[in-house]
C-alpha cells in the first residue's frame, strides 16, 4: 500500500515522532495506523530507557485547588531538559497529576514510600477478614495477598487506576509521556492538603 502525505501527518499528529520516522513505521506495519502509533511509542519508550541514567532536574511544581479550596496538591515532576518542561504535554501531565492526586489521595508514590506500620496494620485486617472465611491456612494467606494487591492499587499513586481514563494507571499514563517526549520523567514528590484533616 503507497504511504501517503496524509497519513505521515496523521500519525505525527498523534504521536509528534519525527516525519521520516512516521513514513518508516507506516512502511514496517504496512501503513496499519495502530500499529504504526504503537510501535513509534516502543521506540521512544526504549529511547528514553536507555536516557534512564540521566539526570532529570528540570520540570516543574504545580499547585492545584480543588473544590471550592477545600482541597490543595502541590506536586513535582522532574524532566532532562528545559524545553520537554515547557511542553505542552509535559504540562497536562503535570495538572492532570495534580488533579489525580487531589481526587485519588494516594499514599505514596512507590509500594516503598508507605509507611510500615500502615502495611502492617492493613495486613492484620486483611487476615481477621480472611480467617472469618474458615478456610485454611494456605488459602488465607492467598486470600490476604489478592486483598493486599488490591490496597496497593488503591494508594500507591503509579498503581492507581487515573481517574480520567480508568483503564490505564498512573503509571501507563507516564510511560506514555515518556515515550512521546523521548526522555526520562520522574514524580518527584507531592503532598495534599484537604480542610480540617492531619
Same mark, same amino acid.
Given at each position: 500500500?503507497?504511504?501517503?502525505?496524509?497519513?505521515?501527518?496523521?500519525?505525527?499528529?498523534?504521536?509528534?515522532?519525527?516525519?521520516?520516522?512516521?513514513?518508516?513505521?507506516?512502511? +514496517?506495519?504496512?501503513?496499519?495506523?495502530?500499529?504504526?502509533?504503537?510501535l513509534?511509542? @516502543?521506540?521512544?519508550?526504549?529511547?528514553a530507557?536507555?536516557?534512564?541514567?540521566?539526570e532529570?532536574?528540570?520540570?516543574?511544581?504545580?499547585? #492545584?485547588?480543588?473544590?471550592?479550596?477545600?482541597?490543595?496538591?502541590?506536586?513535582?515532576?522532574?524532566?532532562?531538559? +528545559?524545553?520537554a518542561?515547557?511542553?505542552?504535554?509535559?504540562?497536562?501531565?503535570?495538572?492532570n497529576?495534580?488533579?489525580?492526586?487531589?481526587? &485519588?489521595n494516594?499514599?505514596?508514590i @512507590?509500594?516503598? +514510600?508507605?509507611?510500615?506500620?500502615?502495611?502492617?496494620?492493613?495486613?492484620?485486617?486483611?487476615?481477621? @477478614?480472611?480467617?472469618?472465611?474458615?478456610k485454611? +491456612?494456605?488459602?488465607?494467606?492467598?486470600?490476604?495477598?489478592?486483598?493486599m494487591?488490591?490496597? #496497593?492499587?488503591?494508594s500507591?499513586?503509579?498503581?492507581?487506576?487515573y481517574?480520567?481514563?480508568?483503564?490505564?494507571?498512573?503509571?501507563? #499514563?507516564?510511560?506514555?509521556l515518556?515515550?512521546?517526549?523521548g526522555?526520562?520523567?520522574?514524580?518527584?514528590?507531592? &503532598?495534599?492538603?484537604?480542610l480540617?484533616?492531619?
Amino acid at each position: 500500500m503507497e504511504i501517503t502525505a496524509s497519513m505521515v501527518k496523521e500519525l505525527r499528529d498523534k504521536t509528534n515522532a519525527g516525519m521520516m520516522d512516521c513514513k518508516k513505521a507506516l512502511q +514496517d506495519t504496512g501503513a496499519d495506523m495502530e500499529k504504526a502509533v504503537d510501535l513509534l511509542r @516502543q521506540k521512544g519508550l526504549a529511547k528514553a530507557m536507555k536516557r534512564a541514567g540521566k539526570e532529570a532536574a528540570e520540570g516543574m511544581v504545580h499547585a #492545584y485547588i480543588h473544590g471550592g479550596g477545600r482541597i490543595g496538591v502541590l506536586v513535582e515532576v522532574n524532566c532532562e531538559t +528545559d524545553f520537554a518542561a515547557k511542553s505542552e504535554d509535559f504540562l497536562e501531565f503535570v495538572r492532570n497529576l495534580a488533579m489525580h492526586i487531589a481526587a &485519588a489521595n494516594p499514599l505514596g508514590i @512507590q509500594r516503598e +514510600d508507605i509507611p510500615q506500620d500502615i502495611i502492617e496494620r492493613e495486613r492484620a485486617i486483611c487476615m481477621a @477478614q480472611a480467617r472469618e472465611s474458615g478456610k485454611p +491456612d494456605n488459602i488465607l494467606e492467598k486470600m490476604v495477598d489478592g486483598k493486599m494487591r488490591k490496597f #496497593y492499587e488503591e494508594s500507591v499513586l503509579m498503581e492507581q487506576s487515573y481517574v480520567k481514563d480508568p483503564e490505564k494507571t498512573i503509571q501507563d #499514563y507516564l510511560n506514555e509521556l515518556v515515550a512521546k517526549i523521548g526522555e526520562k520523567i520522574i514524580v518527584r514528590r507531592f &503532598a495534599r492538603f484537604q480542610l480540617g484533616m492531619e
